[in-house]
């Protein structure tokens, strides 16, 4: 029951908000919101004294599809990251001025609902036709409130190129599923269905899952819709992209690719792994050459999600818990990096980082607040960066140490991107009149840093969370 | 009474907390007096601590909070309190109240006072916490967290970019040996299986497991090392890192953090000490970093470049100990080391405060009779670091030079010449500064003055320091006869790896005899010379000798870095950008970009509004697909 209100809420909220005029569409969204995350905790907690949080009925049995909602602690905390994620990006837009904001609302809870049911599904086929549901939303929200010249070739692309990706994940699943006497896509049929095949079959399965997967987190080379999309977004539509949507992907290879395939990757996945890790350099070096503080976030994105894919692949307890805790501190960083981004452009009418200049002297908290997030994404300790980056490298380091220092060097390359943007953007002389931050752009960085700073200090309950099933 | 230890760090943190938060409404003495207080509090319970240790020597575990629990991976906030976590604990609280008090004074006209306290407080306190780490993990906390706060105190006067700049390459710098640091953790606990130095080396044994790894893993410490403590070829943020106001200088970038390195190869002398490649390397990039940073300081003008790079050269000693095995005599030096670099950089914020910002010592001249204090005990820093009896100085770097020279006659010849060049040039920065005629400007001169005393106390206690802080590790020779020898030595082996001398006696004093009579001969060289003679010091346009010129442009390594890294990783990041990004991979996107405009066109009665259906239709689809299999 819990379970399926989460995400019946955001869903008949989205239907609420088309059939309404625009008047309190953020509010009721923020109410909404505010509601799943009590459900949430309190599932949770219920969960806690033993009452189950699952669900499943059966949809067509003939091929064994079932609706079926998991309540496990790796399910709950991409809920929350959803949850929380949505909050951020609702409580930053309510003051913004919005065109249709009903329906603009109305996708947004959409998507919400579809990628919660991508996170909750224990049905196979049921995730992906989540995974292909959340499409729809952000197809429009982009296409309706985007920007720039381009912008129905852009979103084309973008749509169908995650489309044509997602085919992939589509047979693969499919030959797992008519491997099986008789056939369903229950998720530990599909788990056990998949180890029962031959490494070389599994490694064809996880070929599939990957390329699915690396369209949508994106990994190098699937990777050249992404700029452009984010560019072209609306904000929130670039904060939903990669603060939860793509997280799908990175969960999907936890929960579907490596119990199905684990052998499979490991005799014939190094590419994947070779891929992943290409891909955090790669893009290491895109952000160090990038002008626009947009597009540096964009790529830094990149290369964070490049690790977390490494990490989960080399298959270790640290990898995948590792690699769920850097998920939730990467989807909080996103909102916030891009809210920071949200208020510069807004008062300088353009993001290009060399054109700015002492915004530190004009702002000091803004700025404080900025560095703070500055260091999470380059993993300092004490953020939530370093938890999950760390262990992302440990576990690395246990299928290659090599991998480990290639994959390492944005360590490096990170810091020179990062402060020199940060250099550009707030320290030096006073260049231009800078208005004070109102207080809900206070407000929602303020939070995020804490909950950076909270949970690197103490990421101790949340680790023990994610273990509760593994 | 090690249960405390948990609060020693606690201390500064609060005082970081509180003025960041509440400090707007306080005044500067009020918020400068809170940070000092929090710091003395630390120092006195490191006392508590220390004494402690020293009724007897035992290793510690004080468990605060429950950190990071992942399959094997187990790593808590936790401290360790052995003889070496609490000399290090001492003397960085120690030597850091000093600086706090000192910087009330000296930064009481700066606008962004409250906040240059606070990142002093939040330095000490992740200062503490890389030394109190019971285990790797923890240490890389503090690591990074001095790191940081170093960034935030180079680049204290934000304003000008020549600081964020200085303050920006410390930081990338450091990450590059920060690499080596987490590679060499993730090794250790992928073949030792834990990082805690209770299973490694305190405790257990684990270290060992590391097997043929053991170089490999050693190697990769000792690259973090040569990032935080300047070795060479990671040396050449340190001299930029002086842009940061002069009490961040003494702190941080002479005193504490630039020794973390000396601090992380001595708690793993276990690990180097089986490891023969490691050690040599260790040796040698101190050696060239002793010779190297003393070399440059031959040619340096400006008062804190010649400190800076004489912290590097100081640096390099400790190292090449911590090569040839004489890990607890690294560790003194550190000690007296911090005392004597400290007070000599807080002489040079001294006599700058009175210069009205002037660091140039062509510029200088005749200070001693405006400022007798810090004439003085700037005098005492100067004998101390030239290594003379029986000053602080003296003890520690002779001890170095005696396992030298049992060890291998090439490192001896080197470390000598070294310490020969350390005399000289801290002579000339000494003569220059405060004997003979004023060199500057009238309205310097008439504004000459004696500072405050919150900086001369502080510079009054580390002389003291400075001149009895080498008695804790009397050599064999004098200590012998007094029971006290090498009572440091002894104190410290409860942590490290001891290593023993087989000099006899009569060695021990004819090298202390030479090594003083070396550095007479190079203060009489330098008296001669500045004093004397009064040979005017050249211009930077007129320095034509090749040799003065490349050592005056510091061997020309920042330009070799700029020319073999930061360009081409530039141009690479570009290069990519434009062919395989822009060309490539988004030329192959619009090539199916096109085909999708023709399937665009095709649907375009489907589109606006319509397209929900269409995507209906592909998953129905797919659903069907289904069906049929």
Redesign the interface.
């Known amino acids: 029951m819990i379970a399926l209100s989460i995400f019946l809420i955001p869903l008949l909220t989205s239907f609420l908000l088309f059939n309404s005029k625009t008047g309190n569409a953020a509010k009721t969204a923020l109410t909404s919101l505010i509601l799943m995350l009590l459900v949430a905790i309190g599932g949770r907690v219920a969960t806690a004294y033993g009452l189950t949080g699952t669900l499943s009925f059966p949809l067509i049995s003939?091929?064994g599809?079932s609706f079926s909602l998991l309540w496990d602690g790796p399910a709950f905390l991409m809920v929350l990251l959803t949850i929380i994620a949505g909050l951020g990006i609702v409580y930053f837009s309510q003051d913004k001025e919005i065109h249709s904001s009903n329906r603009f609302y109305g996708w947004i809870m959409m998507m919400l609902s579809a990628m919660i049911v991508a996170f909750l599904a224990g049905d196979a086929?049921l995730f992906y036709?989540c995974y292909?549901?959340a499409?729809?939303p952000i197809?429009f929200l982009i296409l309706k409130w985007g920007h720039g010249e381009h912008l129905s070739?852009v979103t084309?692309?973008f749509f169908?190129?995650t489309?044509f990706g997602s085919l992939f994940m589509?047979l693969s699943l499919?030959y797992v599923?008519?491997s099986m006497a008789a056939p369903s896509f229950d998720m530990n049929a599909m788990w056990a269905a998949g180890k029962a095949l031959t490494a070389g079959e599994q490694g064809w399965v996880f070929a599939g899952l990957f390329i699915a997967f690396a369209v949508k987190m994106p990994v190098f080379?699937f990777?050249?819709?992404q700029p452009s999309t984010y560019d072209h977004a609306p904000i929130q539509g670039t904060m939903l992209l990669a603060a939860i949507m793509l997280k799908m992907a990175t969960f999907g290879l936890v929960r579907w690719a490596i119990p199905m395939t684990a052998v499979g990757i490991a005799e014939n996945g190094h590419w994947a792994i070779l891929l992943s890790v290409i891909s955090v350099v790669?893009a290491s070096?895109?952000a160090?050459?990038q002008k626009r503080l947009k597009m540096m976030i964009a790529y830094s994105s990149v290369a964070h999600v490049g690790m977390i894919s490494a990490g989960i692949l080399s298959n270790?307890?640290?990898g995948t818990?590792?690699g769920l805790f850097e998920m939730f501190s990467h989807g909080i960083l996103a909102v916030a990096m891009f809210v920071v981004y949200a208020i510069i452009e807004k008062r300088y009418g353009h993001d290009r980082m060399q054109e700015m200049g002492?915004i530190?002297?004009a702002a000091p908290a803004f700025a404080f607040l900025t560095f703070i997030l500055v260091?999470c994404n380059v993993a300092?300790?004490?953020t939530s960066g370093?938890?999950g980056e760390?262990?992302l490298?440990?576990s690395l380091?246990?299928y290659s140490?090599v991998y480990?220092?290639i994959a390492?060097?944005s360590?490096?390359?990170g810091?020179?991107y990062m402060?020199?943007g940060f250099?550009a953007m707030f320290?030096?002389?006073?260049t231009h009149a800078f208005k004070a931050l109102s207080k809900n752009e206070k407000n929602i960085l303020a939070i995020a840093v804490l909950l950076v700073i909270v949970l690197g200090?103490?990421?101790?309950s949340l680790?023990?969370l994610i273990?509760n099933v593994y | 009474m090690e249960k405390l230890v948990a609060l020693i760090p606690l201390f500064p943190l609060l005082g970081f907390l509180y003025i960041t938060f509440f400090g707007k409404n306080q005044s500067k003495g009020t918020a400068g007096a809170i940070a000092t207080a929090m710091v003395a509090l630390s120092f006195v319970l490191a006392i508590l601590v220390f004494t402690t240790q020293m009724h007897g020597a035992h290793a510690t575990f004080v468990k605060v909070?429950?950190?990071?629990?992942?399959?094997?991976?187990h790593v808590d906030l936790s401290f360790v309190v052995d003889p070496l976590s609490s000399l290090y604990i001492l003397f960085i609280t120690g030597v850091g109240s000093l600086i706090h008090l000192y910087s009330i004074g000296y930064m009481h006209d700066d606008e962004g006072f409250h906040r240059f306290m606070s990142y002093l407080n939040l330095f000490v306190f992740f200062m503490l916490l890389l030394v109190l780490g019971d285990n790797l993990?923890l240490l890389?906390?503090g690591w990074?967290?001095v790191g940081?706060c170093s960034?935030m105190l180079i680049?204290f006067w934000?304003?000008?970019?020549a600081n964020?700049?200085a303050a920006?390459k410390a930081?990338?710098m450091n990450?590059?040996g920060?690499?080596g640091l987490?590679?060499g953790?993730?090794?250790i606990?992928?073949q030792c299986g834990s990082l805690n130095y209770n299973d490694l080396m305190i405790g257990g044994s684990a270290i060992g497991h590391l097997g043929k790894w053991a170089t490999l893993g050693a190697v990769l410490l000792f690259i973090g090392a040569m990032g935080k403590s300047a070795q060479f070829p990671l040396h050449t943020w340190l001299p930029d890192a002086m842009a940061g106001p002069t009490p961040v200088s003494a702190l941080i970038h002479a005193a504490t953090m630039v020794t973390a390195g000396i601090y992380l190869v001595a708690r793993f002398s276990d690990l180097f000490a089986i490891s023969e490649g490691a050690s040599q390397l260790v040796t040698w990039a101190g050696v060239i970093t002793a010779v190297m940073g003393a070399s440059i300081a031959l040619t340096q003008n400006d008062i804190k470049k010649v400190l800076a790079y004489s912290t590097v050269s100081q640096l390099g000693f400790m190292f090449a100990a911590l090569g040839m095995g004489a890990y607890t005599i690294a560790v003194f030096h550190v000690v007296t080391h911090a005392f004597f670099k400290a007070l000599l950089f807080l002489g040079s914020g001294s006599v700058i405060h009175a210069m009205g910002g002037e660091q140039d010592i062509r510029r200088m001249g005749g200070l001693k009779s405006h400022m007798p204090t810090t004439y003085w005990t700037f005098l005492v820093g100067t004998i101390a670091i030239a290594g003379i009896f029986p000053f602080a100085g003296f003890f520690s770097k002779d001890q170095i030079l005696a396992h030298a020279m049992e060890n291998n006659t090439v490192v001896f010849a080197l470390l000598m010449l070294a310490a020969a060049g350390t005399a000289f040039y801290m002579f000339r920065m000494f003569y220059l500064t405060f004997h003979g005629e004023f060199r500057g400007t009238h309205e310097q001169e008439h504004h000459l003055h004696e500072s405050p005393k919150t900086m001369t106390i502080p510079l009054v206690v580390l002389a003291i320091a400075s001149t009895v802080g080498g008695f804790m590790g009397f050599p064999h020779a004098i200590g012998h006869a007094m029971h006290i020898e090498h009572a440091l030595d002894h104190f410290l082996s409860g942590s490290i790896e001891l290593s023993h001398s087989h000099m006899s006696v009569a060695t021990e004093i004819a090298l202390a005899l030479i090594s003083m009579a070396i550095a007479g001969m190079m203060i009489l060289f330098a008296y001669n010379m500045y004093i004397k003679k009064a040979t005017p010091v050249l211009e930077d346009a007129e320095i034509n000798s090749p040799l003065h010129r490349l050592l005056w442009k510091k061997y020309g390594m920042d330009e070799l870095y700029d020319n073999l890294f930061r360009k081409p990783?530039?141009a690479?990041?570009?290069g990519?950008?434009h062919w395989?990004?822009q060309k490539m991979?988004?030329g192959?996107?619009d090539g199916?970009?096109n085909a999708?405009?023709g399937?665009?066109r095709i649907l375009q009665p489907l589109h606006n509004g319509q397209?929900?259906t269409y995507?209906l239709a592909?998953?129905v689809g797919?659903i069907a697909l289904?069906?049929a299999?």
């Open positions: 003939s091929i599809f086929l036709l292909e549901w499409l729809i197809f070739k084309m692309r169908l190129y489309l589509m499919l599923h008519q080379p990777h050249s819709w790669y070096f895109m160090l050459t270790t307890d640290q818990v590792g002492g530190r002297t260091m300092l300790p004490f370093f938890v760390f262990l490298l440990q380091a246990h140490l480990t220092a390492g060097l360590v490096i390359l810091a020179a402060l020199r250099q320290l030096g002389g006073n200090v103490y990421p101790h680790l023990q273990q | 909070l429950d950190w990071i629990h992942v399959g094997s991976f993990l890389f906390v990074e967290g940081v960034f680049g934000y304003k000008d970019h964020n700049d920006k930081f990338v990450r590059v920060d690499l987490i590679l953790m993730s090794l606990f992928v990783i530039d690479l990041s570009a990519l950008h395989v990004e991979l988004l192959m996107v199916s970009g999708a405009k399937i665009g397209i929900v995507l592909i998953i797919l289904i069906f299999l």
